[in-house]
């Protein structure tokens, strides 16, 4: 089964998102944090197919990144989706992928309630990351 982590301090926002992407891709089990101290621990004991958060966390427009700049940190091959609601987000989305996002979705944009992106964005995601990890555990596994 995949796990995938959501990170959004609004969970009224990401209920419906969560039971979508749970319904839409077999096999998939995402767990909710509410913070950005929730996901960095979370990230630090239990390993994720796949990380979706929201840059921006109460006052503070760029604490998302702090769980991206983790999550790539520790498993490089772990795919990360931000999402952006801030006014500048092409620029934001951009930046995150600079900094090792695996894509972004705007939240404004119908983002995390057009079930169709997300769902893809989660596929391919979830994909790229299968792909990624097991031709590093082959060059691991060759060298070792």
Sequence with gaps: ????????????????????????????????????????????????DLVITDLMFGADPDAGYEVLARAYALKRYTPVIVVTSHGKDVERGVRAMMEGAFDYIRRDQGGIDDVALLAQKVAIGLQYGSLHRGSTEEKIGANG
């Design 1 to 48: 089964m995949a796990k995938v982590l959501f990170v959004d301090d609004e969970p009224e926002h990401i209920a419906s998102a969560v039971r979508r992407i749970e319904s839409y891709i077999r096999g998939v089990k995402v767990e909710q944090v509410a913070s950005v101290a929730a996901a960095l621990e979370k990230l630090s004991t239990e390993d994720y």
